[in-house]
């Protein structure tokens, strides 16, 4: 789990610890299960996009859906981040942390005019806007606010991400963009709108993405757009290419994710298409930003045996962790008391009625006795965003480390939050 690039996690003596703080201490203060995120190796992530995208006008647009609790927008706004939202609720929170309403992209096929009206009114950087049907509408809305709404068009370039189906998006079965063949009509279209100023193009054709040729391709179509929208007196000055690189989920035989200069190199050169044509290039990594930073520690509960397996039932459980039952997602773990005591193969699982809750599967950990804690790696990305109430259980605490600081971000949800506006008929 620990990388070379940044020690977020290692041991320190025969404990494992978040930068300087020890896990069992976390545990012993907060409870389990917790999230806790090294302060450190976001700032790091971070700032390797902005060293990799150096020489090139880019903004760096953190995508909000990864893991949008105030502690960490904070941490992202303070580094002069812009955000790529998806909701009137991560608006909400990026404005509530501080974050600039300026650096905002809007993305999502499913935009409300409420939520349209109320991104205007924050004067948000541009709306990534996803269907011929939502150019129209945006621009009735703008014009009845008096305004005009900055827009890019997000066109589904047809490429292959090469990643999970569920999270590969730019192939034209998947909902989003405009098809690429109805682009230029569209742009055209949107361009005639009073109520629309034309800014850029958009894409994102995939997540946890392994390899850099998807974003070459991708980059290759939007360019060659840009070329004869500029020919045709469009002139766009935004690229937009959508969601980062993939991470390491420490499965052995998955292919490692590029390297930030590797990235930043396949941009570049695939962006010399556009010659002498000026480009500000707008990225929105989520996962390789907060990923790695992130462990879930739980302790377990109990373990148990049967004729063919072993089960190691902890404290956290797919409600918490939704990645591994939703892809079959590994990630990797470890005890956070070190041991040598020789691994067997067991499945992790959690206390919620379903079969499918399970955090890991025949996986090779050294014995965990009841009490013990365990590191779930590379959970800080879609970890506690995807989370929910299932089985009534209260969502974990998040913590943020900074050296030996620690601040719990969010608190563990309580009985009384999860009842809050039900009632009975009577
Ligand atoms: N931009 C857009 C428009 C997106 O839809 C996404 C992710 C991103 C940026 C960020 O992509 P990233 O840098 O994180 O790859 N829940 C899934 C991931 C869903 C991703 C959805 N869109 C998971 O746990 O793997």
Same mark, same amino acid.
Request: charged residues 20%; hydrophobic residues 40%.
């Given at each position: ?48 996009? /902005? ?22 927008? *904070? ?42 009206? *109320? ?120 690229? *937009? ?105 067991? /499945? ?79």
């Amino acid at each position: 789990m620990t990388s070379a690039a940044f020690p977020a996690f290692a041991y320190q003596g025969d404990t494992l610890h978040c930068e300087g703080v020890s896990l069992v201490s976390l545990a012993e203060a907060v409870g389990t299960p917790t999230y806790v995120y090294s302060r450190g190796a976001i700032e790091a992530a971070y700032r390797a996009y /902005d060293a990799a995208l150096a020489g090139i006008d880019h903004l760096i647009c953190y995508s909000v859906k990864a893991n949008s609790s105030l502690g960490i927008l *904070d941490v992202l706004a303070r580094l002069g981040a812009g955000a790529d939202i998806v909701s009137g609720g991560e608006l909400h929170r990026w404005i509530a942390a501080g974050g600039d309403p300026a650096k905002v992209v809007f993305s999502g096929v499913g935009k409300t005019e409420a939520e349209m009206r *109320d991104a205007l009114a924050a004067g948000i950087g541009a709306f990534n806007v996803e269907s011929t049907e939502e150019i129209e509408v945006l621009d009735q809305v703008a014009r009845a606010a008096g305004v005009r709404a900055r827009v890019a068009l997000r066109v589904n370039p047809d490429v292959d991400a090469q990643t999970h189906p569920y999270i590969s998006t730019g192939l034209t079965q998947n909902k989003f963009g405009i098809a690429a063949a109805a682009a230029r009509d569209a742009f055209r279209r949107a361009a005639d709108l009073p109520g629309l100023e034309v800014r850029g193009i958009d894409c994102h054709i995939g997540s946890q993405l392994t390899k850099t040729s998807p974003f070459s391709d991708a980059i290759a179509r939007l360019c060659e757009l840009i070329l004869t929208l500029a020919g045709e007196g469009i002139v766009l000055s935004d690229l *937009d290419i959508g969601g980062g690189l993939g991470i390491d989920y420490g499965k052995d035989g998955d292919p490692p994710p590029p390297s930030h200069g590797e990235y930043g190199a396949a941009v570049k050169q695939a962006l010399a298409a556009l010659g002498d044509h000026p480009i500000r290039l707008l990225v929105e990594p989520g996962r390789s930003i907060v990923g790695p930073a992130g462990v879930l520690l739980t302790r377990v509960l109990y373990n148990k045996d049967n004729e063919v397996k072993h089960f190691t039932i902890v404290d956290a459980a797919m409600n918490d962790l939704m990645r591994p039952s939703f892809y079959g997602s590994h990630h990797p773990m470890r005890p956070v008391r070190a041991t040598s005591a020789a691994p067997r193969t067991t /499945d992790v699982v959690g206390p919620i009625c379903e079969t499918g809750d399970f955090l890991a599967r025949d996986r090779a950990l050294p014995p965990l006795a009841r009490g013990e804690l365990l590191a779930i790696g590379a959970a800080g990305a879609y970890g506690f965003t995807m989370s929910s109430n299932y089985n009534t259980r209260p969502r974990a605490a998040e913590v943020l480390v900074a050296g030996e600081r620690w601040t719990v971000i969010r608190e563990r949800e309580t009985l009384e939050h999860l009842l809050r506006g039900e009632r009975t008929a009577g």
